[in-house]
């Protein structure tokens, strides 16, 4: 942009040569050869931008060179007014809104004449009046001391009474028929940030003379994610569990009962559009963003976000499921190519999307940021028509994320319906693509008539009001069984917990005090309170021992007043660094073991978007100072006979075999949500018997992990060499239990149960008939009620196949001493079947499968099996998606004989 006088604020676009890095300046001083003081890199995908007179100084430095300074000078005159709605043809005479630089006096004329500063000043509102087919003219300008006034706009308002508007979804097409070029570029394009609801996402565009109203869209997907004022109104939301947590219920009426609560927020604050839930595969334990998704299996991630968006949708507002897909880490997540099978994308990274589309229909899909096989996943056509609408058949509209794509025409051609957060490049650049014949009319016609056919659903075209006074109270109790429902015991010996209400306890470790209700970025929420541990336990009656509290909270405070670990912006909110341990004296251990009859340790960790997980302390892996205080306080209790506990606050996996052993129980609470230390609390005490199961494998080390060698890949690329034996159909299927901690499944309860009477309805396959039934009796032979959930897992004939794969799972209800329930699973088709790259299908060998009942995936209760006689074709799909990189792919070449084996000693 070369020097001179621009009226508004301008982005500034530099170029340079290809591997040079851009330095600059905006207050006239020269520039530094790297970033200090008011030297500043540049970034080129934002630019540089400016809202008053300035002078840019800019130089480049490339392999230690650095070039002259370049200089542009630039004074920055009012904007030229705009109006909204904005000028054109109207059924009905508008309301007209003008806008300019802020503090700039806005003159104007109604009878044609050239507006001056003796002219009506701008102080509201211009009610637009006139005759059918009459035109009206507002002539503006802007004008602010010190500045070059603004050039006068020219906005002409026609009125038409026989403009036909949104009415319902048959009206779409005539209303496309009246919408300009740069209409459906805007609508496809979305309006930024600026929203009526404080703190929302962002928004579709709003065309009042047509009748289309924005779409209002709220970042998830633990709760609500909007600021705590909407006007004169407080507006905290609720903080729910993290989906990792709400998947180890394993209880998709509870996952409903949830997104109803979430839409019940949604609808009474305003938002008709939910950017939640989330569902990649945990493919890699140090995964950023895991938390915010439900499991390494997508059957339950399928299965979590279809009861979480129906539970959503029966509110009236729409969910947007994500991120499509392959997008299994933060690092290099906008530019990274994953290079993946066909079938490991059909069976593992695809499957789940394919479930929650078929059993929710959410209103949009939102496109991942990476490359999959060499092409954007917003731009790719295979991933986003041929896939998503053809084969699945997807009927709501695709969004990018938030940044994502950048060939603006292609987006449109792939079936990415929708740009966001949108800007006024995109906008230009689709019209200029339609008017260059790089896109089609036919095509933008098709997409913007997606968008609308989700716009006549929402909220906001409805005219339903918003009280923003959700049900907060009722969605805090949800949110608190929920927590209690995904709580996983890992370890109870000579039955540690529960520990009776009123019980005298020393609690250890920082997180007692700052609990983590969730992880960082764009899937938190701002809650009124977080109930931390030490005050749950509180609460429910526990005798705390006050003294180490204290030690602990002032420690805490001392930190806080630090700044490196002060609070920093993150995703539009404040986060907090983890603080490091406590380190605690002899005399305050021995002092709290002798004040107390149990003791109980809290481990937390956090992580958040933009960034991976570490295979290091503090992360995956304990500090020194939290392996010193397990073994110290550990060794003083049980020196007097007396049990410690652990708290795991925590998103995901961490190494637990160099300590587990040392204590007593182990209580994963996960990230609870709000409601963290009243659920955790309520598990503790036997109020709640602990009922969750691990979504996920918890391995011995991170060097076992079987993607550990190609997690996050290189700068441009990563391979998914370990193909589809991700979690537990790796550990499974190549006998490497020795490397599990803890497996897919795993979970123990205060009471015991057993299953009988395994039953199935037939011990060959009908291929016609296209499905068999299993039921089995599961009872509670323990002495308090629980829950259980059974897990049902297929073992396949066939080479290279996992040895199990998870085909059905179900909660029972609670079930009293000595109580029974019947619960029946049916297995169809598609569960036989696994994916032929030859024959691009879904493809059931003949032979011996066998039906695994169990409480997870290494524990096996009772067996029955049936048999399939020919290869059945169960499904074809397109030749798509389909890796040109060369991959190295592991691969088990025996034949499953898993079903044979299992014969000889089945009950």
């Not at 029946?824 to 696994?834: H, K, P, Q, R, V």
Request: net charge negative.
């Amino acid at each position: 942009m070369p020097s001179g006088t621009y009226y508004g604020a301008q982005t500034v676009m530099l170029t340079a040569p290809s591997g040079a890095t851009i330095f600059y300046t905006t207050d006239g001083s020269t520039p530094a050869a790297s970033v200090m003081n008011t030297t500043k890199q540049y970034n080129s995908r934002s630019g540089i931008s400016i809202t008053a007179s300035s002078i840019v100084k800019a130089l480049t430095v490339k392999d230690g060179k650095t070039s002259k300074v370049a200089e542009f000078n630039y004074v920055i005159g009012a904007a030229l007014p705009t109006a909204f709605p904005e000028p054109g043809v109207y059924k009905s005479g508008p309301k007209v809104t003008l806008t300019s630089t802020s503090g700039a006096t806005i003159y104007y004329t109604l009878d044609g004449s050239t507006p001056t500063e003796n002219s009506t000043v701008y102080q509201g509102p211009i009610t637009i009046v006139g005759a059918d087919k009459e035109t009206a003219t507002i002539k503006a300008l802007a004008v602010k001391a010190g500045i070059p006034s603004s050039p006068i706009a020219e906005l002409k308002y026609t009125i038409d009474a026989s403009l036909v508007v949104l009415t319902d979804e048959a009206s779409i097409d005539a209303v496309i028929g009246e919408m300009t070029l740069k209409e459906k570029a805007s609508l496809v394009v979305g309006a930024g940030s600026g929203t009526k609801v404080a703190g929302a996402a962002g928004g579709s565009y709003e065309l009042p003379r047509l009748g289309i109203p924005k779409l209002i869209m709220a970042d998830g997907p633990a709760g609500v994610r909007i600021n705590t004022k909407q006007g004169e109104d407080t507006t905290f939301a609720t903080g729910f569990p993290i989906a990792t947590s709400i998947a180890a219920t394993w209880n998709e009426a509870m996952a409903n009962q949830v997104g109803n609560a979430m839409g019940n927020e949604l609808l009474e604050y305003g938002v008709d559009l939910y950017l939640a839930p989330a569902l990649n595969i945990h493919r890699n334990p140090l995964g950023g963003r895991n938390f915010e998704y439900y499991s390494e299996d997508p059957l339950i991630s399928g299965k979590m976000t279809a009861a979480i968006t129906n539970g959503v949708q029966a509110n009236g507002v729409g969910t947007t499921i994500k991120h499509f897909a392959a997008n299994n880490q933060e690092t290099n997540r906008m530019s990274i190519d994953t290079v993946v099978s066909e079938r490991a994308l059909r069976e593992i990274y695809l499957k789940g999307f394919e479930i929650a589309v078929e059993d929710s229909q959410p209103w949009s899909v939102m496109s991942s940021y990476n490359k999959i096989n060499g092409t954007f996943a917003s731009e790719n056509q295979d991933l986003l028509s041929t896939i998503l609408r053809d084969e699945w058949g997807f009927q709501g509209f695709v969004m990018t994320d938030w940044g994502g794509g950048s060939n603006r025409a292609q987006n449109m051609i792939a079936g990415n319906d929708l740009i966001m957060p949108g800007n006024a490049a995109a906008i230009s650049a689709i019209t200029k693509a339609v008017n260059d014949g790089d896109l089609s009319v036919e095509q933008l016609d098709v997409n913007v008539k997606r968008i609308l056919k989700v716009v006549v659903k929402s909220p906001s075209f409805k005219g339903i009001g918003h009280s923003n006074k959700p049900d907060l109270a009722a969605n805090a109790v949800t949110s608190r069984q929920a927590a209690t429902e995904g709580m996983v015991l890992l370890e109870n010996k000579a039955e540690a917990l529960p520990i009776a209400a009123g019980t005298n306890i020393a609690l250890f470790g920082n997180a007692q005090i700052e609990t983590v209700k969730g992880g960082t970025g764009s899937g938190d929420v701002n809650v009124e309170h977080t109930v931390s541990i030490v005050e749950g336990f509180s609460d429910a009656g526990y005798s705390v021992y006050e003294p180490l509290n204290v030690s602990y909270q002032e420690y805490i405070t001392e930190l806080r007043k630090k700044p490196e670990y002060g609070p920093v912006s993150s995703f539009g909110g404040l986060a907090y660094p983890p603080l490091p341990e406590k380190v605690l004296s002899a005399d305050e251990i021995n002092s709290a073991e002798a004040s107390s009859e149990t003791g109980i340790i809290v481990i937390s960790r956090i992580s958040g978007e933009g960034a991976d997980r570490k295979n290091a302390e503090g992360d995956f892996l304990l500090t020194a100072t939290e392996l010193d205080m397990i073994d110290k306080v550990s060794t003083a209790y049980h020196e007097q006979g007396k049990k410690v506990s652990v708290i795991l606050n925590i998103g995901g996996p961490i190494e637990m075999i160099s300590w587990k052993d040392k204590v007593d129980a182990i209580l994963l609470a996960w990230q609870p949500g709000q409601e963290a230390g009243h659920a955790i609390a309520d598990v503790l005490s036997g109020a709640v018997n602990p009922s969750g199961k691990l979504p996920m494998t918890f391995p011995t080390s991170y060097g076992v992990v079987p993607s550990a060698n190609n997690f996050p890949g290189n700068s441009t690329e990563v391979k998914y060499e370990e193909d589809i034996y991700v979690g537990y159909r790796y550990y499974n299927t190549f006998g490497k239990s020795s490397a599990v901690a803890y497996p897919f499944g795993y979970g123990l309860s205060y009471t015991t149960f057993g299953y009988r009477d395994l039953k199935i309805s037939s011990d060959a396959f009908d291929s016609a008939a296209g499905s068999v039934t299993v039921t089995v009796d599961v009872y509670n032979n323990g002495t308090v009620a629980g829950k259980e959930v059974v897990q049902l897992y297929l073992s396949a004939p066939g080479a290279n196949k996992p040895v199990q794969e998870l085909k059905a799972f179900q909660k029972t209800a609670l079930l009293n001493a000595g109580e029974h329930q019947t619960l029946t699973f049916t297995l169809n088709s598609l569960d036989l079947a696994s994916f032929d790259e030859s024959s691009h299908a879904w493809v059931a060998d003949p032979g011996t499968y066998a039906v695994r009942i169990g409480s997870s995936s290494a524990g096996e209760k009772l067996n029955k099996y049936f048999q399939l006689e020919s290869p059945m074709t169960v499904k074809t799909t397109n030749s798509v998606l389909i890796p040109v990189k060369p991959l190295n792919l592991l691969v088990h070449p025996v034949i499953a004989d898993y079903a044979q084996e299992a014969l000889t000693v089945a009950p």
